[in-house]
T-cell receptor, first 120, second 116 residues
Framework: GAVVSQHPSRVICKSGTSVKIECRSLDFQATTMFWYRQFPKKSLMLMATSNEGSKATYEQGVEKDKFLINHASLTLSTLTVTSAHPEDSSFYIC????????????????FGQGTRLTVV | AQTVTQSQPEMSVQEAETVTLSCTYDTSESDYYLFWYKQPPSRQMILVIRQEAYKQQNATENRFSVNFQKAAKSFSLKISDSQLGDAAMYFCAYRRYRSGTYKYIFGTGTRLKVLA
């Protein structure tokens, strides 16, 4: 199956610093990637949709200046948590469908391994 | 707006037995996809099974099968011959049936414990 790699898997940072999380599609091109946040024992909440070559689309209530998304290539999207605070501590997950299946209705999303962010 | 509800926060099953996880959803659309994803302790989301709403036949994947009741907007997952490796969080998810739209809506999850 397709592989989506997310890095780092764990990161601890000091309050006020910025952290970058990378999401790579290893064996397919992804024009779209999704960034989710998962609180403990909770579901995945979609934060934003990353679009290659254009601006990301943010869900209601997500601060775009706080969570910067860059989708510079067909295989890489990054999420930067700026001026991180303890309340930003969470599990972040990216996912991507195959670009070549864009016109196919029947496609699944492939998920990265997730990143555990702890802000101290 | 579409919603997905999983009313069982936690379920337990004896090894080799069968367990059913419930999922209901709400949508005004007639065509869509439904999924069950598994999230083991490693936190990597893994697709378990997928159902197209336009198909009347219930999807099956080895020990995993669904009971899709479109009129009732119900999509339960049955795990037969449960194994210790099945222990995980299970998320039900909805996706619209429209090209280029891959936004998933997830339920709150059900934690499955498998007892040896």
């Amino acid at each position: 199956g397709a592989v989506v790699s997310q890095h780092p898997s764990r990161v601890i940072c000091k309050s006020g610093t910025s952290v970058k999380i990378e999401c790579r599609s290893l064996d397919f091109q992804a024009t779209t990637m999704f960034w989710y946040r998962q609180f403990p024992k909770k579901s995945l909440m979609l934060m934003a949709t990353s679009n290659e070559g254009s601006k990301a689309t943010y869900e209601q209530g997500v601060e775009k200046d706080k969570f910067l998304i860059n989708h510079a290539s067909l295989t890489l999207s990054t999420l930067t948590v700026t001026s991180a605070h303890p309340e930003d501590s969470s599990f972040y997950i990216c996912s991507a469908p195959r670009a070549q299946a864009a016109e196919s209705q029947n496609t699944e999303a492939f998920f990265g391994q997730g990143t555990r962010l702890t802000v101290v | 707006a579409q919603t997905v509800t999983q009313s069982q926060p936690e379920m337990s099953v004896q090894e080799a037995e069968t367990v059913t996880l419930s999922c209901t959803y709400d949508t005004s659309e007639s065509d869509y996809y439904l999924f069950w994803y598994k999230q083991p302790p490693s936190r990597q989301m893994i697709l378990v099974i997928r159902q197209e709403a336009y198909k009347q036949q219930n999807a099956t994947e080895n020990r995993f099968s669904v009971n899709f009741q479109k009129a009732a907007k119900s999509f339960s997952l049955k795990i037969s011959d449960s194994q210790l490796g099945d222990a995980a969080m299970y998320f039900c998810a909805y996706r619209r049936y429209r090209s280029g739209t891959y936004k998933y809506i997830f339920g709150t999850g059900t934690r499955l414990k498998v007892l040896a």
